[in-house]
């Protein structure tokens, strides 16, 4: 079993859908979680970084982590067909700055 | 803030030549740089760890006398690939963390540099 599962896709929606993404680990001991997006050929942005169980919000992209059922999901609002890329969840164990990554979910967003 | 260049973007070389690639954090200073790979379709494998003034840490399974690793200054840490052959080609993305942003895990990544040996 890996430590972070991730559906690769893709998942194809319509333009203003909500989106929802997801990522489950196994590694009780991940306490940081982060979310990349990655447009083809290029390196990964940081969208969203959080450290505890809740929703944080940041314009149209709402994180949401939940530890007791070591699962994490990515709500991106109002899609946009510019949203199209590959979104990467990414979680590490306080001190260790290493970053497991999931496989990514390519998301489409049809105009 | 926070952004890390990496050069070049593209490579194209013979098998049996190495390659150099430069990863730079621009706008902080990074005490700790990661060296990722990335096969199409796939994530990314985070292949080391360069820590500044001492020896990377290698994951497992990564040849650290074909993929050397320095790290010389505060925003700049060096890849080169040893004697490349073509099973090399790959697409590999530094990250640099950022110990003044939001958070001490936080990396930020460089745009990648796309290898291929022919």
């Known amino acids: 079993q890996k430590e972070v599962e991730q559906d690769p896709g893709p998942l194809s929606v319509p333009e203003g859908a909500i989106v929802s993404l997801n990522c489950t680990y196994s590694?009780?001991?991940?306490?940081?979680f982060m979310w990349y997006r990655q447009y083809s050929r290029k390196g990964p942005e940081l969208l969203m970084y959080?450290?505890?169980?809740g929703n944080k919000e940041d314009g149209r992209f709402t994180a949401q982590v939940d530890k007791s059922s070591k699962y994490i999901s990515l709500f991106i609002r109002d899609s946009q067909p510019s949203d199209s890329a590959t979104y990467l969840c990414?979680?590490?164990?306080?001190?260790?700055?290493?970053?497991?990554f999931g496989t990514g979910t390519r998301l489409k967003v049809l105009a | 803030g926070a952004v890390v260049s990496q050069h070049p973007s593209r490579v194209i070389c013979k098998s049996g030549t190495s390659v150099k690639i430069e990863c730079r954090s621009l706008?902080?200073?990074?005490?700790?740089m990661f060296w990722y790979r990335q096969f199409p379709k796939q994530s990314l494998m985070l292949m080391a760890t360069s820590n500044e003034g001492s020896k990377a840490t290698y994951e497992q399974g990564v040849e650290k006398d074909k993929f050397l690793i320095n790290h010389a200054s505060l925003t700049l840490s060096t890849l080169t690939v040893t004697s490349a052959h073509p099973e090399d080609s790959s697409f590999y993305i530094c990250?640099?963390?950022?110990?003044?942003?939001?958070?001490?895990?936080?990396?930020?990544f460089g745009p990648g540099t796309r290898l291929t040996v022919l």
């Open positions: 990250s640099a963390r950022n110990q003044q942003g939001l958070g001490t895990d936080t990396q930020y």
């Open positions: 590694n009780s001991a991940f306490q940081y």
């Open positions: 959080t450290y505890s169980s």
């Open positions: 990414a979680m590490s164990v306080r001190g260790t700055y290493k970053y497991i």
């Open positions: 706008d902080f200073q990074a005490t700790t």
